[in-house]
Structures are given as C-alpha cells and as structure tokens.
C-alpha cells in the first residue's frame, strides 16, 4: 500500500489517499500542541507511541464488536484506514472528574463520577471546539438523532471494554476523547486514535499522571510517561 497524495494536514497526524478509493494511510507525527494550538512542541518518539497504541486498542475493541477504521499497520508510524468522512465531534467520556470538567464544576480532579460523563464538542478550530449538546447537534445537522444514538451506545461501550482492559495493567482511565467516522456505506465507525494524547491515564496504584497532561501542565516527563504507557501495553 502506498501513499499518493497528502490530502490533509492536522496538528498530530497527516492523512493521504492511496490508489484504493477505500484506503487512506495515517501517518502520526512526534509534535504536539494544547489549549487550541497555543502551546506548541515535541514529544520524541510520539508518534510511533500513538500509532501503535492506537492500532492495539483498535484490534481489541474490534475483537469486541466495536467496528473501527484500522485496516493495517504499515510502519512504526504510518497505518492503513477505511476511508470516512469524521463527524464534526468530539466524544468525550469521563469516569472521574479532571480537566475541563473539574474547572467548570468545581470538582476536585480525581473526583469520581457516579456514572459515565458523556459531553459532546463540535470541531472547529476556530471557535475553540465548543461544548454542545444533541440539541445542537441536530439543529445544526451534525448528525441525525439515529446516528448520536448509534455514537453514545457506542462510546458508552467503548468506555466498559477501555475501563476493564486498562485496570488490568494498573492503568485508571479517567477520561477519554473519541472520534466518529461515517464509511463510503453510511456506517458509523470509530476513528481517529486512542493514545496518551487523547486520553487520561493514571497509574492505579500511586495516581502518577501517564499522558499527555504532563506536556499540557509543564510537569516533565513526559517521553518517559508514553514509553511507559507502552511498556503496560507489552508493546
Ligand atoms: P478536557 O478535560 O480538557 O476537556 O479533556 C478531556 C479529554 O479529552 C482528555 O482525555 C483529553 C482529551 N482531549 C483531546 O483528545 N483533544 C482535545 O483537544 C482536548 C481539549 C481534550
């Protein structure tokens, strides 16, 4: 499988298509940004971390009928995807209370949740991605009601398998960002990437912070944290 032509630059990965209309190819990037760009960077070695960490979270969820668009990895950083137009947002699932959602609320970090946090961002750079809810979503044609349904089953879901797996390797899954995509076939698939970037991890036992938080607040670290990361993966 070859690449033909870059078709999209983003902060973390570039996308080409390939001579299969299907197939695009991933390629994941080592920099990093936050808050919106604003902060900009390098993590060594992120995105061979981010690529194979994503393609093993991707396999065992498909082992658990979650449908997702990773078809082949090709190299260290480069995999092959079915082809999808992303639905314009964010998923963002929380267990307990960091981040955005401790600012808002006033929770401590570390609070936990009585149940699952779902939120929902629209993806737009410019607007800063914005917190909506189902009403937005349908007002602005989003998606369709069947289709927020079909991503809230589906997060919910992903969120068990993810909270089971990551206990077992001493890893507490606080929250987590998803991304949708819709197939050539209008089916509803996972996309973009699991990783350090996209998730909070802390260690289970002594609450150490293994993700991109570290970048994010300056802690240092922060090659150590994703190395670590994939030493629980046994990658
Ligand atoms: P937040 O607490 O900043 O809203 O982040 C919630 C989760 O979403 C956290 O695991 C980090 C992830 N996330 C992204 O993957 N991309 C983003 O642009 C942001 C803001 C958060």
Redesign the pocket.
């Known amino acids: 499988m070859q690449k033909k032509e870059l078709l999209y630059e983003g902060k973390a990965k570039k996308v080409y298509n390939t001579e299969d209309p299907g197939v695009y190819i991933v390629s994941y990037k080592d920099d990093a940004t936050a808050f919106?760009g604003l902060k900009k960077g390098t993590i060594v070695g992120k995105g061979v971390v981010n690529n194979q960490m994503s393609n093993f979270m991707f396999r065992l969820l498909e082992k658990q009928g979650i449908p997702t668009h990773f078809v082949e990895e090709l190299s260290e950083r480069e995999t092959a995807v079915k082809r999808v137009t992303i639905v314009p947002l964010?998923v963002?699932v929380?267990n307990k209370a960091?981040?955005?959602?401790s600012k808002r609320l006033g929770l401590e970090e570390g609070t936990a949740m009585r149940c699952p946090v779902l939120e929902f961002s629209y993806k737009n750079d410019d607007l800063g991605?914005p917190m909506v809810n189902d009403y937005h979503i349908l007002a602005m044609g989003l998606a369709t009601r069947e289709e927020l349904d079909q991503i809230a089953a589906m997060s919910l879901k992903i969120n068990q398998l993810m909270v089971e797996f990551f206990k077992s390797v001493k890893v507490d899954l606080?929250?987590?960002?998803l991304e949708f995509g819709k197939t050539l076939e209008g089916d509803i698939i996972l996309a973009d990437e699991i990783s350090p970037?996209?998730?909070?991890f802390w260690d289970a036992d002594t609450g150490e912070k293994l993700?991109?938080d570290r970048f994010r607040r300056d802690m240092g670290g922060v090659e150590e944290a994703y190395a670590e990361m994939m030493k629980r993966l046994g990658l």
Do not use: H, Q, V, Y
Request: aromatic share 6%; proline share 0%.
């Open positions: 919106n964010e963002i929380r960091a981040g955005s959602l991605d606080i929250d987590f960002k970037d996209t998730c909070r993700d991109k």
